[in-house]
């Protein structure tokens, strides 16, 4: 259907995630709801203490809705000499979840809040 | 389909595109398809420091689903010409 990503197929893709984690692997497949069939998957960035490449799978399905970009990797010079993959610290990136930390607390206060307004109403209309 | 008939005008364009984790990508629109999925080319990050990830990426598709916003040029838009369309949209939905 979405032939949007076909010339990527065969070739090396940077993967970017839902939960920030991001991937370079080959694109071997794919479907109209962005499920991707993908091989020799590996780290995008390679942090300090696994210096080595290691491939974190052969061949595996990322879920579409899992998927935020998936962009064509055209490593420059420098990169393929393998240097700028080394970074002492791999960057963060942040998740598509938009969650709110410890949103339960807030919704606990806000409900406490109407029990204790709707009690003293009660108490004013007696 | 009109966001996607919108979109399709603007192919050949620049412009920015947040995503929901908050990256921001600059880049020529290169197509769209009816989920809004997008592709873009010589895409540039604007905070490059912070999210090294696409140096090495000039062409990338984008899902729709996790687009925030596409900033748009102010230009590029015939607001006139959207209303009339919402509008017909609008009218042929309810027949």
Known sequence: MSPLLKEYLNKKVVLV???GECFIATLEGFDKSTNLVVSNLTNRFIDD???ESNILSHVQLMRGSEIVACGL??????????????IVKAPTIHDTKNRVKD??????KVAEEKVHSTTKRRKLTK | MLFFSFFKTLVDQEVVVQLKNDIELKGTLQSVDQFLNLKLDNISCTDEEKYPHLVSVRNIFIRGSTVRY??????????????????????????
């Open chain 1, 73 to 86: 990797y055209e490593p420059t010079d420098q990169e393929t000499a393998g240097e700028s993959r080394y």
């Open chain 1, 17 to 19: 995630t839902t939960s």
């Open chain 1, 49 to 51: 203490d696994n210096t």
């Open chain 2, 70 to 95: 596409v900033y748009l040029n102010k230009n590029m838009v015939d607001t006139n010409l959207l209303q009339d369309a919402t509008r017909r949209e609008a009218m042929s939905e309810r027949k």
């Open chain 1, 103 to 108: 949103e339960h607390l807030v919704w606990m």
